[in-house]
């Protein structure tokens, strides 16, 4: 069984951390790579990248937005509750280089994925400058954390409740004209990574994303992972989850991602609708 | 002599019962539904007893065919299972899933003039009654050994190795990627084929021997074999089957709707998404199915999509009936559900609307030219004949590789060049030290009864190791 140490809610309640109990993952999980989890019997296999881990207490950390049934089945779980399963640590981890100046981009759920890697950039010598954004000053998480992991931070919200007023391309394009940046590694929304790929492709700026396809084993074992990148067929799991950002098909992702969506959207119904039942 | 044989010959095959086609076209229940007592015994007696039996020469690991099915005519169906066991440690999966008309029963003498004897159906009954009325009781097991082994892999093959090993003494850890163990016999054979309380059971067997079992351990990431070794196991079986599936490469092959059989079947059978959404995991349910391929797995998708409720499911196969690989019950049963046959048939190119879903398929005719390689006629294709076929779920079942997760991570195992792990075919032995290996990462996607043989194979020399040296 995979315990649950610590639970915070970030996000006003959106956004759910989870440490948990996994020390032979914990001993060999590298920034970048992902897990597995299943809440219990009946659950959905659901992959997370990990957003920290803790090799001496044995513990990983997972940060999820809730958005349908299987993640409200995970928010629903408390500190010394169990996840059935969690499996890991799987794809590939990022590759950490000293290249000079770089540029980490972060949205949504994403910043938490993309923390241990910005840390793992500035710890190999990089200068890192690092651009977060939420649609509001609220749904904004990890500020502080990603200050620490980085030599300058820039926020942005969406309805500008706090720093830049925009999208975070916008602040990318003024650091890219600035010149000199080596590398931009960016994680969050599809369109965000699509919009930051399409930028940095312009100034001709090398360009890493992480991409979360719909998944089952994990291993490489069904391609329901698949991904067009460079024109060639590639599964998430194992050849990624990180690719070139100037070669990834984007639109097919996103309507990949929205293959179950309305099965999904029954599926909550249904999960709501017993638990309020169970509740009254 | 000649006498009795013609007499016994002569007597039709009991058939097992079944459920009526259009009742189990739309549930999940297994379809034979397996022979009483009497039955078995009706069957049985139409054994000649050869002595030369071909049947023995037909089986993988030569099974004592006529020996068990004598003790089955004679009622003691103790003794029948036990002989059984002695060459097959897994007989409940076997007896349904073996393709027995090109082995045993493909050899039966009976079956020169008529049906050959239901070898199979027997086997299957044997265990059955063992499952339902025997003592369960355990086999006797060797004072310990103090020697460690790691199997990597429940499926068929990884679940022989720590049977025979944990009986001679050693302790016996299996690895499983899952989080579940049976390995194909889990996720890829349905419910309706191969009930998972039967497997579960055999699980349950080993556990209950001692084998301790480790879900969720991805051998070459959650720990790699050199860490196996230096946590102390002094041998390890690789046995992590044939994981990587074959796609046609043919344009449009990432629209919405178009599934690997492996990834159909896992959400169907290991995920049970058939019950969804008392289940979380979501499985596209098709009107107009499509399954590409003619083995066994794709008559498992093609079953599975009309339980699910499709309107209408087509195998597409680019060869002639004969070359099908299915099992022949398996062609007969799907045939029987409604399932239709397109065969000589190739698809070019999928068809997809603005939201990247399929509408259908392009494909062409093929006739039937020289043989090939494999010394099938290779099939050519009818210039001109292009056709569409409207569908909205397309099952890919053409075929699986060796999935490199394990064995990229281990440069000291030698692979041919498919990424098959080499191995002594006799013993089992690999190119790394203490590591052995069988099933289908050995010889590419085969079948059950290999996989077991060469786990018990396997066994052998590594208990030969394990108390003699490499
Ligand atoms: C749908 C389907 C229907 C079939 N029907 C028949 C049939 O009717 N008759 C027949 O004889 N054969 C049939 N086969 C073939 C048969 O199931 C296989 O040949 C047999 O299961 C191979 O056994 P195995 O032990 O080598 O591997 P598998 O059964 O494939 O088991 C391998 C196990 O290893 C695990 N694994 C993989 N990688 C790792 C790793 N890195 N670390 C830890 N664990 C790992 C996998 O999760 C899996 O559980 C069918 C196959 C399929 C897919
Ligand atoms: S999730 Fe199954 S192959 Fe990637």
Redesign the interface.
Known sequence: MFTIVKREEMAEGTIILNEIEAP??AK?AKPGQFVIL?ANE????IPLTMADTNPEMGTITIVYMVVG??TA?FRDLQVGDSY???????GKPTHLEKVGKVVCVGGGTGVAVLHPITRGLKQVGNEVICIIGARNKGLLILEEQMHTASHDLRVCTDDGSYGHHGFVTEVLKEVLQSGDIRLVVAIGPVPMMKAVSNLTKEYNVATMVSLNPIM?????????C???VGGE?KFAC?DGPEFDGHQVDY??LI??L???QE??R??HE??CNIRDAVKS | MAITAEKKGQKGRVPMPEQEPKVRARNFLEVPTGYTVKMAQEEAARCLQCKKPGCVAGCPVGVDIPGFIELIAQGDMTGAIRNLWSKNALPAVCGRVCPQEVQCEGKCIVGKKGEPVAIGNLERFCADYERENGSGELPPKASPTGKKVAVVGSGPSGLTVAGDLIVKGHDVTIYE???KPGGVLVYGIPEFRLPKAIVAQEVNFLARLGVSIQ????VG???SLDELFEEGYDAIYVGVGA???R?MNIPG??L??I??A??YL??ANL??AYK???????I?IGKNVVVLGAGNVAMDSARTAMRLGAESVKIVYRRSREEMPARKAEIHHAEEEGIELFLLTNPTRYLGND???LTGMECLRMELGEPDDSGRRRPVAVKGSEFELACDLCIVAVGSGA???LTSETPDMQLNRWGNVVANPRTGKTTKKGVWAGGDIVTGAATVILAMGAGRDAADSMHDYLTLGW
């Not at chain 1, 059935?84 to 799987?90: N, R, S, T």
């Not at chain 2, 879900?215 to 991805?218: K, R, T």
């Not at chain 2, 969804?276 to 979501?282: H, I, L, N």
């Open positions: 032979l993952i060999k299943k009946e659950g959905e296999r049934k299987s089945i059935q399963d969690v499996i890991g640590p799987l089952v084993d994990g291993t490489g074992m069904c391609g329901g698949r991904v067009t067929t194992v639109d097919e309507l990949r929205r293959a179950y099965d999904e029954k599926s249904h999960y | 990627a899952f989080h879900c969720n351990a991805v990431r959650t720990v994981g990587l599936p796609f092959e990432n919405v709707g599934l690997s492996n990834e896992t959400r995920m049970k969804y959404p008392e289940v979380d995991t979501p596209p939201r990247g879903r999935n490199p997760l």
